[in-house]
């Protein structure tokens, strides 16, 4: 590497990351609709898509091709600019958090110190939380934009319930980062390799943040569901409240793109929440150095896959809050909650370093 | 290295613009927009002055800008709101009960 | 580096000279979102990194929802141009020029581009930023608090439907 400068170096490793993630993580989305209709299906006691390759593996295939074959209309009154930026804007913002999101431990390659992690920012988590902030704009301007009144309505609503939720996010991972002493998400995994210690006695239970902050992850994960307009909180995306919500009058490629950066939000909620809560990347490593680096990536993408499972298994279960309730729940309940995990979190943090 | 003096112009840019149009804008909320607008220029100052001076005094200013602005605009759209449900319009123009 | 701050200095400008331009509302806060946005990368080149954040989650992700919310409920349609005098629009421009040149002149007077090399820069993070708040200035702190709720009543308080 001594002819290239070191900008270039680090610039083209950079680039490799970014397109192994994306690549990976289309790929992933992708078959987590397969997954999701399978998983519905068999709950719901009938077989889900079959036909298309063996156990319909190829029928996100099948709706790919459909999607882009598909005749693209847009209302006669609906206003330009906003209608074609919105889809592009949740679709851009839903893969840019993935930008700080750690797979797992560094590793030495060649004399280059490489993360597993497209890069890693001082402030990571704040990061998300911004871009997730101005992912309400992809959703308050489609339905804006329209000209219709089921679309404004839903999208009013959701946005509405967007901004709430955020509020309950944030304070749900004030204990973690209380306890992290860091904001880089690479910071608060570290913070949590090893096993508890009672004293000096070893239980061999993982230092993971879950043991200490239950109702923070309960809070964290509610939120989350919340925020990505996920079931039971989709009243203003379920057919049969409001026909299709904010993307009622979006076809093809832009409909495909809502969809595709609603996946990629629960994808980011879900690696977020292995991250601050359940360790990260951290299991069992052993054997031969190939083995070192790659244990780590499937630890993580395994917990990560056990939360997208349980958002299916969710959505297959449970039915819909109303949006009062909804409403009501976020903000009489959850963040008073919040709060109080806050104050607890640090008592027993002073309690803790008290001399 | 970029001087002090290109983050102040970039700042009295910002904050000029805003000014004029605060003036020109017809419509309520564009004319709070032009506030916001103005906010910007002066926090954009106050963080240069911060890092030209090595003191985080002009960041936390910058916060307290920030929160002061928000309740600003909360409570400005609320009578922008009224004003509307009361007359009908969002034109500035058309509000001039009190002129002579 | 310095390259980045001239792209973002030039996307504030056209962004905030798009937000006088624009007749429609809606397109008016997404550029004044596109300022703010450009505005938290020129903070991050700063080092004030916890400041872009904070601008980014509240002010274009919190304010500037609420602006868009009212806008859309509201239905602000595009504005109408009145009559207006050709004095106004002719004395205008040359007059916002010449107090901008002003300013400018005062600025660069004072900062000559050429100064000595600037103390270290701020540690930009949270935890410095929480240390001072908390300790030096938590008086205004508390004060803000207590002027966020007050606005909070006023705009439920002005914004409901009289019944």
């Known amino acids: 590497m001594g002819t290239f400068s070191e900008t270039t170096v680090l610039l083209v490793i950079v680039a490799v990351k970014i397109a192994f993630v994306l690549v990976f993580l289309l790929t992933a989305i992708a078959y987590l609709t397969w997954l999701e209709r399978k ?9 889900g898509p079959y036909l298309v390759g063996p156990h319909g593996l190829l029928q996100p295939v099948a709706d790919g091709i459909k999607f882009i074959m598909k005749e693209d209309i847009v209302p006669l009154e609906a206003d330009r ?8 804007l949740g679709f851009v913002l839903a893969f840019l958090s993935i930008a700080v999101i750690p797979f797992g431990g560094s590793f030495t390659f060649r004399g280059l110190r490489i993360q597993a992690q497209i890069t890693d920012v001082n402030v990571g988590l704040l990061f998300v939380f911004a871009v997730t902030s101005l992912g309400v704009y992809s959703v308050a301007l489609a339905g804006w934009s329209s000209n219709s009144k089921y679309p404004l309505f839903g ?9 709430s939720y955020e509020l309950s996010l944030g304070l749900a991972v004030v204990g973690v980062i209380m306890m992290a002493g860091t904001l880089s998400l690479r910071g608060i995994v570290d913070a949590q390799s090893g096993f508890w210690h009672i004293g000096r006695v070893n239980t061999w239970l993982p230092h993971w943040n879950i043991f200490a902050q239950p109702l923070g992850f309960f809070i964290y994960f509610t939120s989350a569901v919340a925020e990505t307009n996920r079931v039971p909180f989709d009243l203003p995306e379920g057919e049969t409240e409001l026909v299709g919500g ?16 609603e996946y990629a939000n629960m994808v980011t909620v879900s690696c977020l929440a292995t991250l601050l809560f359940f360790g990260g990347w951290h299991g069992p490593v052993f054997g031969p150095a190939l083995l070192q680096v790659l244990l780590p990536v499937f630890w993580f993408c395994a917990k990560v896959f056990c939360f997208l499972f349980f958002y299916i298994w969710m959505r297959g279960t449970l039915p819909r809050f109303r949006y009062d309730q ?16 806050i104050l607890l979190t640090s008592l027993a943090i002073a309690w803790h370093e008290a001399p | 290295m970029v001087p002090l003096s290109h983050y102040l112009a970039l700042s009295a840019i910002l904050f000029v613009l805003g000014g004029a149009g605060f003036i020109i804008r017809r419509n309520m909320i564009s004319v709070v927009m032009c506030i916001e607008l103005m906010l910007n220029g002066v926090n954009l100052a106050f963080i240069a002055f911060s890092r030209f001076r090595g003191n985080l005094d002009g960041q936390l200013f910058v916060f307290f800008v920030i929160v002061v602005a928000a309740a600003e605009a909360a409570v400005g759209l609320a009578i922008i709101i009224a004003v509307q449900r009361n ?3 969002l034109d500035l123009e058309d509000v001039d009960s009190m002129k002579l | 580096m310095t390259v980045l701050f001239y792209i973002c200095a030039a ?19 997404l550029s004044l979102i596109v300022v703010l946005c450009a505005l938290a990368l020129v903070y991050l080149l700063l080092g004030a990194e916890f400041m872009a954040v904070i601008q980014v989650i509240v002010y274009a992700g919190a304010i500037m929802v609420l602006f868009v919310f009212v806008i859309m409920l509201l239905n602000a349609g595009k504005e109408t141009s009145r009559q207006r005098s050709r004095l106004a629009r002719w004395l205008g421009v040359p007059l916002v020029t010449a107090f901008l040149a002003e300013i400018l002149i005062a600025v660069w007077s004072q900062f000559p581009p050429v100064a000595a090399s600037p103390p270290p820069p701020p540690d930009g993070s949270p935890a410095a930023i929480g240390t001072l708040l908390f300790r030096s200035y938590v008086l205004p702190f508390e004060v803000t608090s207590i002027l966020i709720l007050v606005a909070v009543l006023g705009a439920v308080v002005l914004a409901k439907k009289e019944s």
């Not at chain 1, 729940?329 to 909650?337: A, D, H, M, Q, V």
């Open chain 1, 39 to 47: 998983v519905v299906a068999h709950i719901q006691a009938r077989w």
């Open chain 1, 81 to 88: 600019v906003t209608y074609w930026l919105a889809p592009f």
């Open chain 1, 155 to 163: 999208a009013l609503r959701s946005s509405a319930q967007m901004i």
């Open chain 1, 246 to 261: 904010f993307h009622t009058e979006y076809s093809s490629m832009k409909f495909a793109m809502f969809f595709i950066s």
């Open chain 1, 326 to 341: 909804l409403m009501s729940f976020g903000w009489k309940f959850l963040l008073p909650l919040g709060l109080l995990n």
């Open chain 2, 87 to 89: 007359r009908d319009t």
């Open chain 3, 11 to 29: 996307l504030a400008i056209l962004a905030a000279l798009n937000v006088i331009r624009q007749r429609t509302p809606v397109y008016s806060a």
